[in-house]
């Protein structure tokens, strides 16, 4: 099992520019994440999907917009990148919680976008 | 509002010196979860442990060990003889039962940076 896989694993784009950031993971989970984290700051919840067909905003989702491709697959797009988007961007799955339990996550190895 | 505080920005040891890491949290709720993450240099995040609300036992996995304390609300990580390979950033993260519809979404502290020197 690959676990979580992102690509790419680095960019730059010129301000203004679009990209999307690809997710996927092999573990059959149902929910799944997008954390930036930037120096200093820990990581910080961009978007979600708890389930297939459902996503939903995070704590700082502005400037970005995600699609749940299906249960394996969950993207995130920069419609016009800007500079105060330069960090390193997480993507993370895991199982659905059952019986209030909550599962861990597990992470992609990451993707370091710099913005110019 | 912070939700989970790491107040150590940075820690150095020399190795073998035992080390402990503070977590202090905040939440209304009283199920709950918490996580310790460690990010060494090569920058992947690491699953290192995950405690709910309510199994306040301690634990020990090898040189590792937590301390949860409901009572103040800390969720300490104690590593044990460190090692040069135990230098990486470690996160504490939180959990809420309220976000259920959010798939648990985690609420991370900023992180407590290790430097073991031999």
């Known amino acids: 099992n690959a676990g979580v896989t992102q690509t790419p694993k680095f960019q730059v784009l010129k301000t203004g520019q679009s990209m999307t950031l690809q997710c996927a993971q092999d573990?059959?989970?149902?929910?799944m994440y997008w954390y930036r984290q930037d120096p200093g700051m820990g990581l910080r919840l961009i978007y979600y999907?708890?389930?297939?067909?459902?996503?939903d905003k995070g704590e700082v989702p502005n400037g970005y917009n995600v699609s749940r491709l299906n249960k394996r697959e969950f993207s995130l797009r920069l419609e016009s990148a800007a500079p105060s988007q330069t960090s390193v961007y997480f993507c993370?799955?895991?199982?659905?919680?059952?019986?209030?339990?909550?599962?861990?996550?597990?992470f992609g190895p990451g993707t370091r976008l710099t913005v110019t | 509002a912070q939700k989970v505080t790491q107040a150590q920005t940075e820690i150095s040891v020399v190795e073998k010196e035992d080390v402990t890491l503070d977590c202090v949290y905040e939440?209304?709720?009283?199920?709950?979860?918490l996580f310790w993450y460690k990010q060494p240099p090569s920058g992947e995040l690491v699953f290192l442990i995950r405690?709910?609300?309510?199994?306040?036992q301690n634990e020990i996995s090898g040189r590792y060990s937590w301390n949860f304390q409901k009572s103040t609300s800390s969720f300490n990580f104690t590593i044990t003889a460190s090692q040069v390979v135990d230098s990486a950033v470690y996160f504490c993260?939180?959990?809420?039962?309220?976000?259920?519809?959010?798939?648990?979404?985690?609420?991370f502290g900023k992180g407590t940076s290790l430097l073991v020197t031999p």
């Open positions: 993260a939180l959990s809420e039962a309220r976000n259920s519809n959010s798939g648990y979404a985690l609420n």
């Open positions: 993370a799955s895991s199982e659905a919680p059952t019986g209030g339990s909550s599962y861990e996550q597990y």
């Open positions: 999907s708890a389930s297939e067909g459902t996503t």
């Open positions: 573990m059959n989970h149902n929910s």
């Open positions: 405690r709910n609300s309510f199994d306040e």
């Open positions: 939440t209304r709720d009283t199920t709950y979860y």
